[in-house]
């Protein structure tokens, strides 16, 4: 049974940053492209950045482009998103998901990490 577990929430003032981290067990992990979404009250899921098995690879919204930092450790099933110069329009709940890389659609996720950043 595959399990994602997001830590690292909580609340920051404008311009501070987090580190979130999602603990994944029950599949190999390195096998599959791990992604980070959010949602905030009222609005829709939205993609964050995502990155490839090896790590090779990462993609990220436009919105979070240079501010934001997807990273992986294989070696401890982890992937990371550091979150830097951090806006009040950051605040959401962010969820970690996995999916197989020839596949369409992310088919596990954890239970969300809530971020808030006060102004």
């Known amino acids: 049974q595959v399990q994602l577990v997001e830590s690292g929430g909580g609340l920051v003032q404008a311009g501070g940053s987090l580190r979130l981290s999602c603990a994944a067990s029950g599949r190999t992990f390195s096998n599959y492209y791990m992604a980070w979404f959010r949602q905030a009250p009222g609005k829709e899921r939205e993609f964050v950045a995502s990155?490839?098995?090896?790590?090779?690879?990462?993609y990220y919204a436009d919105s979070v482009k240079g501010r934001f930092t997807i990273s992986r450790d294989n070696a401890k099933n982890t992937v990371y998103l550091q979150m830097n110069i951090l806006q009040p329009e950051d605040t959401a709940v962010y969820y970690c998901a996995t999916r197989p890389a020839g596949g369409n659609s992310y088919d596990y996720w954890g239970q969300g990490t809530q971020v808030t950043v006060s102004s």
């Open positions: 990155i490839t098995g090896s790590g090779g690879t990462t």
